[in-house]
């Protein structure tokens, strides 16, 4: 499929208005990073973040990881 200039730009601009922010360790925690550090299962890690969240405690937004994959970065 050949895309035109006018289009490519359309497309790199929709692109950089959806994509998500990079996931920041000084900023966001994930359920792998709680897992892995109190040595529970991401399931668990999950609940207890989802928990803090319902309870205003965190915030949340989906982040762009390191291997290009999306997850939800809690932080304060």
């Not at 892995?36 to 207890?48: L, P, Q, T, V």
Request: hydrophobic share 35%; net charge positive.
């Amino acid at each position: 499929m050949k895309i035109t200039q006018e289009e490519y730009s359309l497309l790199e601009e929709l692109a950089s208005e959806h994509d998500f922010p990079a996931l920041d360790i000084d900023k966001h925690v994930t359920a792998k990073m709680l897992a892995e550090k109190i040595g529970i299962g991401e399931k668990r890690a999950s609940e207890i973040l989802k928990a803090k969240m319902k309870r205003g405690e965190l915030k949340r937004e989906w982040v762009r990881q390191d291997n290009g994959r999306a997850c939800y970065g809690y932080y304060k």
